[in-house]
């Protein structure tokens, strides 16, 4: 069956090896970004693993007013339509205490741009009995923590939202793998301290890929993070706020 991609936040590492395993099946690849330079030279590597197609196509989590644009570009793909969120942002906490004006854009990258896209999609979905939408959150959605809790609170809201969408696609046919990474290897997390066990790119891209295949609905990458996400949520509150992970 033709099978169509659009990959939001395509020059992230882990989208680009996500891609080339969709292209490697055949599938079509719109790939979002605000840099179309780099997306172009993707595409033409997705082409040359086997995509059936592979396009750029400007997507910035800041402008809505450029998705419906996107949503009838794909409306001109025959077959199941699927997407892949991998867009986000992290500016240092400090950095936010410092101007809070930060905030507005942390929450459109990693919440609200992509949620309404997704919104703007899902009819399309329903009416095509189908696909599947792949949406990366965060293990720092889990619990607020000092270092990072505003970018922790978007990641949160995205992962109850893609909850909720998953109840909508499911009575049409489709489906909605939430995706929470641990620590990875990233322009995200460049230079950052304290990091540990930290994941490659690739290595989160094949689990997304199994999940996908598997219908999963909520997976963590690499798996162990799911038990020390376990733990972390269990550390009773007078304790943990005096923690400092
Ligand atoms: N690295 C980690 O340890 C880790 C852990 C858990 C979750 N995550 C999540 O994994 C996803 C991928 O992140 P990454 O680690 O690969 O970092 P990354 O390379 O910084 O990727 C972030 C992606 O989001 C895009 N983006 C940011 N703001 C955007 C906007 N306003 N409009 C459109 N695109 C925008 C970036 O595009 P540009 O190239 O145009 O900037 C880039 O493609 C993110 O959602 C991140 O929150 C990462």
Redesign the pocket.
């Given at each position: 069956m033709n099978s169509t991609w659009i990959i939001?936040?395509?020059?992230?590492?882990?989208?680009r090896a996500f891609a080339r395993a969709v292209a490697a099946e055949g599938a079509a690849v719109l790939l979002a970004?605000?840099?179309i330079d780099?997306l172009m030279v993707m595409a033409i590597d997705c082409r040359l693993r086997g995509a059936r197609l592979a396009e750029p196509v400007m997507?910035?989590?800041?402008k809505p007013g450029g998705f419906a644009d996107l949503i009838e570009r794909m409306e001109k793909e025959e077959g199941e339509l699927n997407a892949a969120?991998?867009?986000?942002?992290?500016p240092e906490q400090s950095a936010i205490d410092e101007d809070p004006s930060l905030i507005d854009?942390v929450i459109?990258?990693?919440h609200t741009?992509p949620v309404r896209f997704l919104q703007m999609l899902a009819p399309l979905m329903e009416a095509r009995g189908g696909g599947t939408v792949v949406g990366?959150?965060?293990?720092?959605g889990d619990r607020g923590r000092l270092g990072n809790y505003v970018?922790g609170s978007a990641?949160a809201g995205f992962a109850t939202y893609l909850s909720g969408l998953r109840n909508r696609l499911t009575r049409a046919g489709g489906h909605v793998v939430t995706v929470?990474?641990?620590?990875?290897?990233?322009?995200?997390?460049w230079g950052l301290p304290g990091m540990f066990l930290v994941a490659t790119?690739e290595a989160v891209a094949k689990d997304i890929l199994t999940a996908v295949r598997k219908r999963k609905n909520t997976i963590y990458t690499p798996f162990f993070w799911r038990y020390i996400m376990l733990i972390i949520r269990h550390i009773p509150e007078p304790i943990f706020k005096k923690m400092k992970i």
């Open positions: 939001l936040g395509a020059t992230s590492s882990m989208a970004g605000r840099d780099d997507f910035d989590a800041r969120v991998f867009v986000g942002s992290m854009g459109a990258d990693s741009g990366v959150a965060s293990v720092a970018y990641k929470k990474p641990g620590f990875v290897d990233t322009a995200m997390t790119p």
